[in-house]
């Protein structure tokens, strides 16, 4: 059995791994660490695992950690990257929820997260977690960057079509939408029932910290950089993501349908829809499945990919699960087989 | 491997029988009927179960559903008494979602279903599948009539303090609250989003069919009628029952706490609170737990239970797989091993 | 034209009271106060009143809101006990839509808001605001407790039958759901829509605050000590209040859908249903309505009351002008013509 | 008092032309038709308008409508087209709220909405209600067609990026997304609550019937035909419409602000907010104002605009009764005084 840590357990990425891990046959769920709720029983916090998991939150610290075989960051962002080195030395896997070892440039990643990284030689070690980019370097990895949530849509939606070099790589356009969970359990007033229900905007449309993530995980399945407007939108609901991707096709396009159905024939969790359909939310709520379905409006030669996610399984502790399964030589899709909760 | 099949796929108890069935490790989906759907793959219908679900709709026939070691079924009422006899016959198990075998009285079911029962010699033999009440005939049913969801936690809310004859049989008041999946997948305007939602309505308040069904059970359980005021409300949101149960005591309440967690200590799908706490849907949400809290404010003679359910698992499907595990010798909690999708 | 002020406009009471008060024909908004936003545009913070609202919020000091005729107070509890005094000095008619003089025994107030009460001396002259009851003692009023928004439901519901002495008051029970709005604009993890959207639950079984604000009304009404069972529940939604209320018929009951509609013929914002109807909170969203239905279920003796009112309007800002107007002399519906926003 | 019809009266554009006109003081409601609920009073249908409209539905006959001055059409499409000579040729005037006359091409409307025209000869002489477009064509009209709900937002967002001829006209993208009372109060599955609820989802993405209306909008602002991917989502909300549009800037963008600011300067309904804001549809909900905001995230060339509306407002019956105003001579704003409800 793996021994697996969470450290930030009482955010919804904390638990929602807890969700995955507590019935995942392969792992026992050792260390469940939360700086503000340390002495507290899991299940008291969140009591829809009451009867599933007996631990109690600790406080974060690198001793209790170092028995596990495999330590998750469900932290804001800043957490990780002092805490990631004390690990590794202790020989444990290291995969992490968070933004600190997504932006592969440290000084970029400062100006969009706002603090100097304390950990940047460890940034090139560190792997880039969307299994079907670079799944050989996951299985080899010690330090595992799991993508962000909207990184995760956008790149599976685009990729195909990148790859083939197929559209015009300086005017991506993608315009995408996330339920309020992907904001985080935290008490603020934006997220509240009577500010988020009922309304839907758009926000960060000058510059969101997913951008760069976008951008570099794009240019690298182009080969050379990439132009991307990025316009997240908040919708009223609690799971799921839904991106909206543009892009003017410069090739053939004839064959769109068959791309994606072969660029994922063997991927468990990259679903390509009949030609025509259009993936709905619900159909992946709760499960690690991403659905795409690709057309071209009235023939023209502006290409639109529909992804679909939930931000929380597939776009955060779902694909972690993927990443340490893949890590640990276990099945891909081990504690995975879930079906989406619809209606 | 246990042949099941379902009759009336297509609406939400249909759909979310299916969701537990593909992945129960005894049971293979060998038909799933549907009049309207017939000749369409299921999948097609409901993205959700693409890639685990490889059958397609057929038309209700006895011959293709004698095959089956269970049928299911998940249709209007009405249906199930015109097929259980002849599948019965084939040694067929039947497992009724609908209301056609719960109520005892024909002529009482006539008058709530407004329609003739068409097979009332079969209504003594059902057994009425609330395992926590009668787990031993479940054992030995050939068919089983599955309770309604206000039914289901209706009952397990009061029955401990029924069996034990602790308030006032007849003034017993229960106030409870549905989502829409309750009124099933069927094109009406009562229920759409622009109706149902961001609104909250009291309905049936002159008498609702589960109704009678409630009486009879709790009736069973005190040994005598009971009078029951029952007030079903409609909540803006897809999933979950909420029942706020009032009695007043007559006997001793000091051990109110102790009495509930006594009588469910062994019950693996019924979880009481501790004390003070306050029970919410999502933490039951897509799985098959009902969780029960137990108060007596300010110390007076009224008494309140709240009790939560996910109506389409507890309250339908999850209770007909806990049904057929029981009726076929598995242990009761195969496939239902589910942690509640929070948030 | 009144001259308004309003003190604490940052809250959903606040906004509400801007909200009716930039289009009452009567009254020009002067002061809008608010620690944390002082300086800021009122509608730089509430893009909803752009093109209608021209203030900046400023710090609430005596000295200017002295220029007001009447001042509101959307504050937290605690706030308007403060300064009610100097600003009825100075000549000011006070409107106080918080906790502070609801409750006419200060002892019992500290119990239940945990602080002392900084101004008893004024808590007699204080008149409880709600016009169906108390009319005449309104328009004399220069200090005005406004009813809370559950406690506005519960006793507009039992008015007639408690008047009338119908019902065994000492076994009240009054259960309520509310949107999360009545919670308020605070920053807070329970009614972030990631919590409180797709969930239904009770809370406060054990006592709410508004408890004994109702006790105090119905006790009033009967001329005697009532018991009643409150409980409060959160509704996935932002605005409503849905009270359903029972009591055991002592008297005669024939007339009680008669009774409902004499007792309320002359009032313009209680509005009784026609006979078998049920309210539907959609109905008032965003009137000063509150929508009324009596039923006796199977003809039996206990009594159910359908109630229903937007919690910020005539559960808060509605009331407050509706009550403005009555102490300013005008008529009582001015500024409160307003069809409920449906759907 | 201008004598006012309605056709199709219980829709949800139908009703909502009923709250705008029971307030409006220069209107009186004298006809209200509905084949389907003919003979039952219209508060009994809609309980929001209790007190405020004695009125009750009539079958769709002329004679009756012709005494009106004005009669609207809420209608599904076709309806209007077998209607509206008869009307005019009564000196009546008619405003249509459905698609019949909104398409200057008879065999395109044809095509997108599969019947025959049955008045071509009246096509030429409608006027387009989009008062920000073409007010002065309105004031004469007496045959007027208003836009849908997507067009309206699209037009407004592109108006002044277009008529100043700055951006790319043959690769124009609006990505909108709309609330479920777009879809009609019609019973159907999709949009139940169990449906739409905590879902998103794109439709129509072939080509939806708003695509050749906003084509034709556009390409009349730009005086050439323009290319346009038009992409519409549903919003598990009721109402609101949220269209985010790009466009490759080909001149010179320095002055993007300002250029909005002055294009609706004068613009009652169309409100610009400040610079880097970003509308929330809560901030229209009910109200008949349009806020846009133009961004240029990255200083690149490709700009976003953000425009929202309340589809059954500005997208509807708001704007109906904003073009009625300017037919009778009216000022534009009577009885569009109304605050949004936020929150």
Chains 1, 2, 3, 4 share one sequence.
């Not at 892009?247 to 349908?257: H, I, M, P």
């Not at 993936?279 to 690709?294: E, F, L, M, Y």
């Amino acid at each position: 059995m793996i021994r697996a840590g969470i450290v930030g357990g009482t955010g919804y990425t904390g638990v929602e791994l807890l969700r995955l891990l507590v019935l995942h046959p392969g792992v026992d769920v050792t260390v469940v660490t939360s700086r503000s709720d340390a002495g507290m029983r899991v299940d008291a916090q969140y009591p829809s695992l009451r009867g599933l998991c007996d631990v109690s939150f600790t406080e974060p610290e690198v001793d209790a950690l170092a028995d596990c075989d495999v330590v998750f960051f469900a932290t804001p962002n800043g957490t990780a990257m002092l805490m990631a080195e004390s690990l590794l030395a202790h020989g444990v896997k290291v995969i992490d929820l968070s933004a600190d070892f997504r932006i592969k440039d440290a000084l970029e990643w400062s100006r969009w997260y706002g603090m100097e990284h304390a950990c940047p030689e460890l940034i090139a070690e560190a792997v880039y977690g969307l299994p079907e980019v670079n799944r050989e370097q996951i299985k080899q990895a010690r330090l595992l960057a799991c993508p962000g949530c909207y990184p995760t849509a956008v790149q599976l939606g685009y990729l195909p079509l990148i790859e083939r070099q197929l559209i015009d790589f300086e005017h991506l356009i993608a315009d995408v939408k996330s339920g309020a969970s992907g904001a985080g359990r935290k008490a603020q007033v934006p997220t509240l029932m009577s500010e988020t229900g009922e309304s839907f905007k758009a926000y960060a449309v000058a510059g969101h910290r997913h951008l760069p993530e976008i951008s570099q995980g794009l240019a690298m399945m182009a080969g050379k950089p990439v132009g991307l407007t990025f316009v997240p939108h908040l919708i009223p609901m609690i799971r799921g993501i839904h991106a909206t991707l543009y892009g003017r096709l410069t090739g053939d396009a004839e064959e769109l349908q068959a791309l994606y159905e072969e660029r994922y024939a063997e991927e468990r969790f990259v679903d390509v829809l009949p030609a025509g359909a259009q993936p709905d939310t619900r159909n992946v709520k709760g499960s690690n499945n991403c659905q795409i379905a690709i057309h071209q409006p009235q023939g023209k030669d502006t290409v639109v990919v529909l992804a679909v996610i939930d931000n929380l399984v597939k776009g955060a502790a779902g694909q972690a699960v993927q990443n340490m399964n893949l890590m640990c030589g276990l099945d891909e899709s081990v504690g995975l087989d879930i079906v989406a909760l619809y209606p």
